[in-house]
């Protein structure tokens, strides 16, 4: 899939569009990229850290930041759920969370980003200028309030008790229904719902600023807005479960489409499409690699009790 979508982009990609892509770029919007991907990943370690947390124990910011760090750049790299899988096997091994909760706050913060995507697409769309059919609007606006329902009926254990008994009739499943009874009850006070929007809202923030930056620095002048539309809407459609490595001739898909959506002509998509992509990878990849590799080295595991 990679090779088949690489070539097809760069068969169509004007001469030098690689290489323009890094000729040109300026240096002060990378820099703002860069801090803005900074507290991107702070703000979803504070939210991993109240996700994670058992009780009145939450796991220090440091060793939790290390973990989330470390996690990313497989996602960025490798197609699928990478990323998941590695935030599980270090918080097991760094942050000595069971791997039943640490799945579970992968899970969790996975539904609260595609929630808040598809708010923010709602809120954003016309403010970016795009031109979506009404049956895409209705079917977001219902998605979110599908997810409000559950997410406020999970809150109360009468209405969560129904769904929990049904998961309990599989194999295992009673021992896990039980723990995930007792996280949910948890995550259902105000505060901690709380803390949890807020994060969560300051990541997707983090990302569109670091969005218009890339723009930027390749010389296109778009919006908050439509930066965090486009955004929204190419993240989306990142949960197709046909991705490249590395996101290469996938993600120049998505975002050409994303780009189309707000009216830009499809050969201009689909060449600063390519170029962002580029830019983001050569920013995110090698601050994950160094961030992760630093802060693990700092933090060891912590000894068994």
Do not use: C
């Amino acid at each position: 899939m990679t090779v088949v979508l690489l070539f097809y982009f760069l068969r169509r990609l004007p001469p030098g569009t690689i290489a323009d892509s890094y000729r040109h770029a300026s240096p002060l919007p990378l820099a703002v990229s860069a801090a803005a991907i900074a507290v991107f990943m702070l703000a979803r370690a504070i939210r991993y850290r109240m996700l994670l947390a058992a009780g009145s124990t939450t796991s220090p910011l440091g060793p939790t930041a290390a973990v989330t760090v470390a996690a990313w750049w497989p996602g960025l790299l490798l197609p699928g759920v990478a990323a998941d899988a590695a935030f599980v096997y270090l918080a097991n091994r760094r942050l000595g969370s069971t791997l039943i909760r640490a799945g579970g706050a992968a899970l969790a913060a996975r539904l609260l980003d595609l929630y808040s995507l598809f708010a923010i697409g709602l809120v954003t769309a016309p403010l970016a200028g795009a031109r979506l059919p009404a049956a895409v609007w209705a079917a977001a606006a219902a998605a979110l309030v599908a997810g409000t329902v559950m997410v406020a009926g999970m809150r109360r254990q009468r209405f969560r008790a129904p769904v929990l008994r049904l998961l309990a009739r599989l194999p295992g499943g009673r021992r896990a229904t039980d723990r995930a009874d007792d996280v949910l009850e948890e995550l259902g006070g105000p505060r901690r719902i709380a803390g949890l929007a807020a994060t969560t809202l300051l990541a997707r923030a983090a990302t569109a600023v670091q969005y218009t930056a890339l723009f930027a620095a390749l010389g296109q002048t778009v919006t908050v807005w439509q930066a965090w539309f486009a955004l929204s809407f190419r993240t989306l459609l990142l949960a197709i479960p046909v991705q490249g490595v590395a996101g290469l001739g996938t993600t120049q898909l998505w975002w050409t489409a994303a780009l189309t959506v707000m009216g830009w002509p499809a050969q201009q998509a689909a060449r600063v499409g390519f170029q962002i992509h580029l830019l983001d990878l050569s920013v995110t990849v090698p601050l994950s690699l160094i961030g992760g590799g630093i802060l693990l080295l700092l933090y060891r595991r912590p000894k068994a009790a």
